[in-house]
């Protein structure tokens, strides 16, 4: 479903990828969590796979699709789409209308369509209905005319996934979905992230948390030195000392 | 009464010209400092085409419309692909190549001489010569610009503008062409830049570059800020202060010797001030200077 080959990338002197190879598929697996100590290269790998940044070697592919050197919002229109480590949100608008903004292919969005709202009224009335099920799924129905900006960090988290979703892609980058989160909320969270399987969505997300890659993760992928050092079920990788060794370190 | 006719006409000019200004500065997020350039690329078309084509107002006003919009465009897909301050230096750039057209050109624009003759508006072939009538149709055209960006920035595409301005790569991951909305919202500006071109055109009758100088963007940008960017009503407020202010400060009885340099710091004081003390203008959503 989602792969690259042989990607490398370097800042500077610093080589962040090292012919970095793998492969999701959400046929057996649908949630992925990616650990690794910082500078592993997790989020380098995400910013690549999702065209906020060009390898210097090495392919990406969607499907049949190559993606590499696509712009972040062809790939997220063909069904690849990301959250950011730091929250990426529209603080200044409703917590509704940041939901709209990801329904895709919207007639609204087109200039003059906007002037004469030919055939607009109707459609945004479904998306507005589409949109508030997608707040009652995260649990945020109750802001929905709130400013984005006034959500708790947790609250903000949920939409950024209400965001994604809207989208209706079929593979979810999370990036760090519960960092910083108050307990109860993370729960929150990852319940849903595991709920996602029914919907038949590959969410592959990065994490510091054990626990959360344990509660989650169908398959864990443990990242170092910009490398793939082991891939497995979280209960047989974790248990594993040379590989908590390598992530502790 | 003539006097406050003229004020009238040149605040909704210069409402309709920020109106598109806002559009890309106060709700795309994009400081352009060519405002001036597309007013002067409609003002001219409707010259040339009313005086060497005899057409009529309303066909002058498309053509006013297109050709503002197409040197929109032309420099938001030339320039956009910059970082954020050197786009800013594009548009000045912009602004200077249009002036110097405008200046130089003289088989077309007649230069420094500028077009005379321009006639009057007109509509169903009847012209239009009371200053009231003009006043009337200009504000009539304001008022038909504002419902028009209201529809615009009230719907899926201004939300996608807002995203634009706040958060650029949110907005693309959730899928948005957001150089192409870019585009697009200059179009907007300098098509409405065209309709103030060309109403400006018809009432003064008479166009030379003085008209379109890089001060006449910062004029306009002002009205932008002043009034409150990112606010639909915004530079109809902002156009209010700044045409009537030079005029009320003719009032104030200062010696005529240094009457226009007092003015012109006055003025300089009075948005150094506004900048300080509200920063998103007067009804404005959006601070600029963030």
Not at chain 1, 71 to 82: D, E
Not at chain 2, 121 to 129: D, H, P, V
Not at chain 2, 256 to 270: C, E, F, H
């Amino acid at each position: 479903m989602l792969r690259c080959t042989g990607l490398t990338k370097s800042f500077g002197g610093v080589q962040v990828l090292k012919d970095f190879s793998i492969g999701f598929t959400n046929k057996d697996i649908a949630r992925v969590g990616i650990i690794g100590p910082n500078g592993a290269g997790k989020t380098t790998l995400f910013n690549i796979l999702t065209g906020f940044l060009r390898p210097d070697t090495g392919r990406c592919f969607f499907g049949n699709h190559e993606i590499t050197h696509l712009s972040p919002y062809q790939i997220a229109q063909l069904g690849v789409v990301r959250t950011f480590q730091d929250l990426r949100l529209i603080l200044q608008i409703p917590v509704l209308e940041n939901v709209l903004l990801g329904r895709p292919r919207q007639h609204g969005e087109k200039l003059l369509r906007a002037i004469s709202r030919f055939s607009v009224a109707k459609e945004e009335t479904q998306n507005r209905k589409d949109a508030m099920l997608l707040l009652e799924f995260v649990g945020l129905e109750s802001k929905a005319k709130v400013l984005a900006g006034e959500l708790s960090y947790g609250q903000q988290k949920l939409l950024a996934l209400a965001c994604c979703l809207a989208t209706g892609a079929q593979v979810l980058l999370l990036d760090e979905p519960v960092a910083g989160v108050h307990p109860k909320m993370a729960l929150r969270i990852l319940d849903l992230l595991r709920q996602l399987h029914t919907e038949g969505k590959l969410v592959i997300f990065i994490e510091h948390d054990i626990s959360a890659i344990r509660h989650a993760a169908d398959e864990v992928i443990v990242m170092d030195n910009g490398q793939l050092i082991a891939r497995g079920k979280p209960n047989e990788v974790l248990e594993r000392p040379e590989i908590m060794e390598a992530y502790l370190a | 009464m003539t006097y406050l006719l003229h004020i009238l006409s040149l605040i909704g000019i210069f409402s309709i010209c920020a109106a598109g200004a806002n559009i890309v500065t106060g709700y795309a997020g994009l400081v352009s400092i060519a405002q001036a350039a597309f007013f002067g690329v409609g003002a001219y078309t409707t010259a040339l085409v009313a005086i060497d084509l005899n057409a009529p107002f309303p066909f002058g006003l498309v053509a006013a419309m297109t050709t503002a919009a197409v040197a929109a465009m032309l420099l938001a897909a030339l320039s956009l692909r910059l970082g954020h301050d050197y786009f800013v230096i594009a548009t000045i750039g912009f602004q200077l190549i249009v002036w110097s057209v405008l200046n130089n050109w003289q088989s077309v624009t007649r230069g420094a001489f500028g077009i005379p003759g321009i006639p009057p508006l007109s509509l169903m072939g009847f012209a239009i010569r009371s200053q009231w009538a003009v006043t009337l149709l200009i504000l009539v055209s304001a008022a038909a610009v504002f419902w028009v960006c209201h529809r615009l920035v009230n719907s899926p595409y201004g939300r996608v503008l807002k995203s634009i301005r706040e958060d650029e790569p949110f907005a693309q991951t959730l899928g948005k062409n957001t150089l192409s909305f870019k585009i697009s919202a200059f179009a907007v500006c300098g098509a409405l830049a065209g309709v103030a071109g060309c109403l400006y055109a018809h009432f003064s009758a008479f166009i030379d570059p003085t008209s379109f100088t890089i001060s006449e963007s910062v004029f306009i940008l002002s009205i932008v800020i002043i009034g409150g960017a990112g606010n639909v009503w915004g530079p109809a407020a902002g156009a209010v202060v700044l045409v009537a202010l030079p005029e009320i400060l003719r009032f104030v009885g200062l010696p005529s010797v240094v009457a226009a340099n007092v003015r012109q710091i006055l003025y300089g004081t009075l948005l150094l001030v506004m900048l300080m003390v509200r920063p998103r203008g007067l009804i404005g959503k959006y601070n600029l200077g963030r």
